[in-house]
């Protein structure tokens, strides 16, 4: 017999459904039958002490799900909902971070301004580290470039719920290169219904916009910007960039107030939006959260079902199909865990080849960015209409042969982090939106998978995207020597997302105070604020360092390039003929049954858009095909 019950959230254990299967003729302890239900699931009778033999019995009274869920990010929030809309579907999801639970979800993820929860480790995966920088494979003597935190959600939502909020698509190009590299029917006219089935646009409709999805998307008005993003919008205006009120509208150059999924200064995740109060009233939805997946069960090559720690302890499900919709850095860690993957990876780490499929974990993309701050005077600092500190981006076209229009994009952020010194900085963060390095890799370090695997993003592998961002320093280095940006900012910096930074970016007394005496004294004399900018906050290189010589531009642009938190790519889209594609165009497995990935990974390339609606569009249109 199944029951759903809700757990009330006592102190140390967060709210979850969890399900509960057993045969109450068989349960003789009510001590241990509570700790059972708090650990996720009774099936028989079971003592203390007694381990509980999940080959014989467990099996036989074993419940089977038409669909498991791994990872409830963006794209399993989707999957979730979609799947059990249809109440002759048994769906569980999974997921191994903390539940949202609805008018309830905690106030760093419901904030407007994102800086907050970006580095808030109650929601990450807090020993992911990666390298941004190439890793040379071929000189085993060059030394490896240093490791980074590379921030990747764990809690119910997944990104959607620690995001920047910044919600758009990519340009028509990319969908159709997406078409072309081999997913047949996911070209612009092929997705396009499902970003308009996603969205709920406040500001516009029209045949580019939803008007009913779950996710709402707005815009901050103009009115309501900092002097900081109008100083920079003048400036854009003044270099000749024309104004669009619509990022989401036509994909053309311009400058414009950047769309973004909240409603009435709250963020709008994909846990907010698909697993909504009614949704998780659904009798045929089990949302088991703080589950952590360890394994995948095969017999032979068809998938079963998945092993999860749940409250401590291992249990197993069955289901007629699995969706690994992890993100993209863990989610080809699974495939290969499980024996999914490149052969000779596999090998070395002494796991058995299920199938060969040479693509999982391999071209993992990410969008190169580098940053220009300065400091923002007072008056032209946030303001009190709203905590979005991102108002203001700019599309425009590198003029590179060979290159979409519209390959590169800026965004202005009138704030840095939530701190006192963090209100003072603003920045012009310039990224490469038209990506060319795909040599990105993720690895198993061990079979073991509490160990995080071996990330390199090797993000400026392709020399036009270091050029492009080159030239998009100098650009904006132009647009920081108008007179309308020298007029709100002074000293301006080259920014460098370092260590430091993100220490003193922990929400913490210690750092309240110290950046609290810090802004005090940056606030007073323009020598004292230099000196301080100088000797604090720059890293390496100065301002006339870079814009007065190429090869310090090149230097700082190499070392400093980090990626937007736009991993994908890694268990690509493609034709069944393609040895690097790992899934088929509905997200199924190549070479194994009841199995598919469906989130970031399987991009056939990142488009020219931040990723969470590109996700979400993804997973309704893979939804969609599933429940027809
Ligand atoms: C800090 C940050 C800022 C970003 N800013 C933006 C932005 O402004 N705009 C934008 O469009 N995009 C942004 N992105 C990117 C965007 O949010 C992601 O591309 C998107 O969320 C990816 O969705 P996904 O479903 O592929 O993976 P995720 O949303 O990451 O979901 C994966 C989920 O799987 C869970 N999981 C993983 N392993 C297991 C396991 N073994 N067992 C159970 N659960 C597991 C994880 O905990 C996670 O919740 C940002 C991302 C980050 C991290």
Known sequence: MAVMISVPPPAQIPSRNILVSFDRRKVRSDTFVMAGLLAGRVTRAQKPGYPCDRNTEEKGNAEVYDYIIVGGG???????????????????????????????EPAEIRDSYPGTVYFDPRFHWTELKVTTQVVSHNNPQAERPPLRKYEQARVLGGGSSINGQMANRGAPTDYNEWEARGAAGW????????????????????????????????????EHWTRHSEAFAQAFASAGHQFLPDQNGEFVDGYFPVTHSNENETRASAAMGYLDRDTRKRPNLTISTDTQVRELLFEGTRCVGIKAIVGGKEQEFRGNEIILSCGAIHSPAHLMRAGIGPVGHLHELGIPVLTALPGVGQRLMDHPSISLSSFVRRGARMNEHTRRHMQLGLRYSSGLPGVPKGDMFVVVLSKSAWHAVGAQIGSALTFVNKTYSETGQIKLSSRDPKQEPIVEFNLLSDRRDLERLMSGFRKMAAVQMSEQVKAVTDKPFPAAYTDRVRKIGVVNNKNRILTSIAATLMDGPAALRHYMIDNFVVEGFTFDDVINDDEALETFVRKNTIGVWHASCSCRMGRADDPMSVVDTEGRVKGVQNLRVVDASIFPVVPCANTNLPTLMSAEKIADAMVR
């Open 74 to 104: 963006s794209a399993g929030s989707v999957m979730a909902h979609r799947l059990s809309a249809k109440s002759s579907n048994k769906v569980l999801l999974c997921e191994a971070g903390q539940d949202t639970p609805p008018g309830n």
């Open 187 to 222: 070209n612009w006219n092929g997705v396009l219904p499902f970003f308009r089935k996603l969205e709920r646009d406040l500001d516009f409709d029209g045949p580019y916009h939803g008007t009913d999805g779950r996710i709402p998307v707005r815009r901050i008005p103009r």
